[in-house]
């Protein structure tokens, strides 16, 4: 199938625009494979440049006049929550349009998606698919700083290794070649514990914190009859487990909901029940943003009926347990130097939610870019989440015509950094424009980094040859300056957000942008971004003139010990 055979009406002229300004601009529309343009005839006029994949959902509205259909309105609900639209004057081609829009944006063949026909036009600085390799990254979990050790923890005992026992994909479908296991367990006892967990993901090493406790995750046990224990998997834990007397079992699925580890099998662990909400799926995650959205874009209702909205949407709730979840895991080990396991359902949500809010909690480094970057490729992305599956529908597509699979658990993910970072403006060397970033890659893009559900699936494709890495692009020096948190002071500390109810608020940066003007925002943060320049020349002046008084003065004391 070929581009050209999807696009019935490559360019229109007189189509008009009616966008979140609630402006009308008229223009030329063009049509290509990937993008949606929208040239505007008058001057300074911005210009609508649309990638198909941002398109959630196409509706129409045709112009009825004596029951003869002569044009219609197409409007486009989009994945970075903008609605916008066309109307077209024509009846054919009103139809042609709406029909191309319809088939190109649900096109489900990856090696057809932009990132496989994108060229970047500046020079590859960093290649981003190398920045972040499991060997480099697995080399730092596993390097305890014992400067750093002040609680004189060490659970101690268990070593790690590097392990290529799933290097063909064929013991975990949704893991990398690539995973880091207790030393002193073989590749076998490694194969017989996938077997007895949900999908094959075994317990894992996720992070390792300055005391030497550690945190792993995986998936929850399979419940198949006849199966009611593994011994190679009881001999993961206890390996684990070192000289500690006892470890934490973290499930973030729900009581009742899952399946866990027995008493009698793991006797040295305490299980504690975590749940982010009452989830049967991941599309209940998505559930409750398609209802925060509703909430946000009904701008007419009155503000107590807002309120109503936004709390019964049950998101800000969803962020609330996610971020108590991983203050529970982040005390186990940072207090009780105690190792967890952390899992719910098959592990590719609520689970990777934790164990990352987690180390954004003790580990500095998690919040600086790089560290931001190089954990969602270690807990995301070389973790298998299944951003094509999660991502192929978002919050305007009807619940009918979703799959289950579909989610918008990254999307929470980032909200809970963004109520760190609200909590803690002045640890992040990152701002929220590049949470925001991240949201709208994370959906649709031109690199190929949130690409596929699996590493299987994108060493398949040969994504790293063929597509250019995100990374790449944000850490180029032009745009990673403006990415740069200007309240930015490394805090080698823990942060312990409060999990209050009061202290979390909406994002609207994000879910609010195309709805509540931002202008005042921008202001704000050009303001204080001239106030931290002006501060840095003010100390670099005030030093210079320190020094210049201080050779003054030395210049004074020589004379007065020449004369005397």
């Known amino acids: 199938m070929e581009f050209a055979d999807l696009i019935k009406t490559p360019k229109l002229d007189g189509v008009f625009l009616h966008d979140h300004t609630h402006a009308t601009v008229e223009g030329t529309l063009c049509i290509t494979g990937h993008h949606l343009l929208l040239s505007a005839r008058q001057e300074n006029s911005q210009e609508l440049w649309l990638l198909h994949k941002n398109i959630d959902?196409?509706?129409?509205?045709?112009?009825?006049?004596?029951?003869?259909?002569?044009?219609?309105?197409?409007?486009?609900?989009?994945?970075?929550?903008?609605?916008?639209?066309?109307?077209?004057?024509?009846?054919k081609e009103y139809y042609n349009v709406a029909a191309s829009l319809e088939a190109l944006s649900a096109l489900h063949n990856?090696?057809?998606?932009?990132?496989?026909?994108?060229?970047?036009?500046?020079?590859?600085?960093?290649?981003?698919?190398?920045?972040?390799?499991?060997?480099?990254?697995?080399?730092?979990?596993?390097?305890?700083?014992?400067?750093?050790?002040?609680?004189?923890?060490?659970?101690?005992?268990?070593?790690?290794?590097?392990?290529?026992?799933?290097?063909?994909?064929?013991?975990?479908k949704s893991y990398g070649m690539t995973l880091i296991v207790p030393k002193s367990i073989t590749d076998e006892q490694i194969v017989q514990s996938s077997m007895f967990r949900d999908g094959g993901r075994f317990p894992v090493l996720s992070y390792r914190h300055d005391n030497g406790a550690t945190l792993m995750r995986s998936a929850q046990p399979i419940s198949i009859q006849g199966i009611k224990r593994c011994r190679a998997d009881e001999a993961i834990l206890n390996v684990v487990l070192g000289r500690s007397k006892k470890g934490f079992i973290v499930d973030t699925w729900g009581k009742g909901k899952s399946n866990t580890e027995t008493d009698q099998h793991y006797s040295q662990w305490k299980k504690v029940n975590r749940a982010i909400g009452n989830v049967s799926s991941p599309s209940a995650i998505l559930d409750s943003f398609v209802k925060l959205i509703e909430a946000c874009n009904d701008v007419n209702c009155s503000p107590d009926k807002w309120l109503s909205r936004l709390e019964s949407s049950g998101w800000l709730t969803l962020v609330l347990n996610s971020l108590n979840a991983a203050c529970v895991v982040a005390q186990c080990l940072d207090q009780e130097g105690s190792p967890v396991l952390v899992h719910g359902a098959k592990g590719f949500d609520s689970t990777l939610i934790v164990t990352s809010l987690v180390q954004i909690i003790l580990n500095p480094d998690c919040r600086t870019v790089r560290g931001l970057q190089a954990l969602i490729e270690r807990e995301w992305i070389q973790a298998g989440h299944p951003f094509a599956s999660r991502h192929r529908y978002s919050c305007y597509t009807p619940q009918q015509n979703r799959p289950k699979n579909s989610g918008a658990t990254f999307t929470l993910f980032l909200d809970c950094i963004y109520q760190l970072y609200m909590q803690f403006p002045c640890s992040f060397?990152?701002?929220?424009?590049?949470?925001?970033?991240?949201?709208?890659?994370?959906?649709f893009s031109q690199y190929g980094t949130f690409l596929c559900d699996s590493e299987k699936e994108r060493f398949e494709l040969r994504v790293n040859a063929r597509t250019t890495s995100l990374w790449s692009y944000l850490n180029r020096p032009d745009v990673l300056k403006n990415l740069l948190n200007p309240l930015y002071e490394p805090n080698s500390n823990v942060i312990w957000p409060s999990v209050a109810p009061i202290s979390?608020?909406?994002?609207?940066?994000?879910?609010?942008?195309?709805?509540?003007?931002?202008?005042?925002?921008?202001?704000?943060?050009?303001?204080?971004?001239?106030?931290?320049?002006?501060?840095?020349e003010l100390r670099t002046?005030?030093?210079?003139?320190?020094?210049?008084?201080t050779d003054l003065s030395n210049e004074i004391l020589e004379l007065m010990n020449v004369e005397s």
Not at 514 to 536: C, F, G, P, R, Y
């Open 57 to 91: 959902c196409v509706e129409k509205k045709p112009f009825v006049v004596q029951n003869i259909i002569i044009g219609g309105l197409i409007t486009l609900k989009c994945k970075d929550l903008r609605i916008i639209s066309l109307e077209i004057k024509f009846a």
């Open 110 to 172: 990856a090696e057809m998606e932009y990132p496989f026909f994108y060229r970047p036009m500046y020079a590859i600085l960093e290649d981003g698919y190398t920045m972040f390799r499991p060997e480099l990254e697995f080399a730092k979990l596993i390097s305890v700083n014992n400067a750093n050790n002040t609680n004189g923890i060490d659970n101690g005992g268990c070593e790690w290794r590097i392990s290529n026992v799933n290097k063909d994909f064929s013991v975990c």
């Open 429 to 443: 060397e990152f701002s929220t424009q590049m949470l925001i970033l991240l949201f709208e890659h994370s959906y």
């Open 504 to 536: 979390l608020e909406l994002w609207n940066e994000l879910y609010l942008r195309w709805i509540v003007d931002q202008k005042h925002s921008s202001t704000a943060i050009a303001q204080i971004q001239d106030l931290v320049t002006l501060e840095k």
């Open 541 to 549: 002046k005030a030093l210079k003139l320190r020094k210049h008084v």
